[in-house]
T-cell receptor
């Protein structure tokens, strides 16, 4: 059974700092997705990574995928308060998305 | 706004009851997915429909069923409700059948079973 783990579960960081969220998964998959969820809101697609070595960037967020290590990272550069949210990775498992536990990010001044 | 609509936004009901959640996908999207989000189980895939046909099944209980109608809207039926069914239920839609297509999530229906 595919398991998807995120680390850390909770992250409190100061504005302007950098940090990385890790997403590990237990079986082979070439496709990984990152979503953002604001409190009480729906999920918003951030990145779709479809191959080994894929790297995508949008603003202060950059996601990468290493399928051999079964690892994806979401790097935050110079964090701002607006990035405060919960971030989920999800892995494609035979046409089903298996979500990680989520990382709750809080950015403070 | 993703373009996916869900009704109702909130639902409060009693154990043993049956409810129906409704989802309208984005215009042009043929796939509809249902997810359950709860504190103890996290975010779980329930079921996918593509152009009216069931395409993939996840951790959906036998008490739950879904269908997609010719106009592509979908309904998720939950019956014999238990306290543990209290959760946020999302639907998502995408253009094609393959899961690698970006899925656009609706605002969710918050179900509380008392």
């Amino acid at each position: 059974e595919l398991k998807v783990e995120q680390n850390p579960l909770f992250l409190s960081m100061q504005e302007g700092k950098n940090y990385t969220i890790y997403c590990n998964y237990s079986t082979t998959s070439d496709r990984l997705y990152w979503y953002r969820q604001d409190p009480g809101k729906s999920l918003e697609s951030l990145f779709v990574l479809l191959s080994n070595g894929a790297v995508k960037q949008e603003g202060r967020l950059m996601a990468s995928l290493d399928t051999k290590a079964r690892l994806s990272t979401l790097h935050i550069t110079a964090a701002v308060h607006d990035l405060s949210a919960t971030y989920f990775c999800a892995v494609d498992n035979t046409d089903k998305l298996i979500f990680g536990t989520g990382t709750r990010l809080q950015v403070f001044p | 706004d993703s373009g996916v609509t869900q009704t109702p936004k909130h639902l409060i009901t009693a154990t043993g009851q049956r409810v129906t959640l409704r989802c309208s996908p984005r215009s042009g999207d043929l796939s509809v997915y249902w997810y359950q989000q709860s504190l103890d189980q996290g975010l779980q895939f329930l079921i996918q429909y593509y152009n009216g046909e069931e395409r993939a099944k996840g951790n959906i209980l036998e008490r739950f069923s879904a269908q997609q109608f010719p106009d592509l809207h979908s309904e998720l039926n939950l019956s014999s409700l238990e306290l543990g069914d209290s959760a946020l239920y999302f639907c998502a839609s995408s253009v094609a059948a393959a899961v690698q297509e970006t899925q656009y999530f609706g605002p969710g229906t918050r179900l509380l079973v008392l």
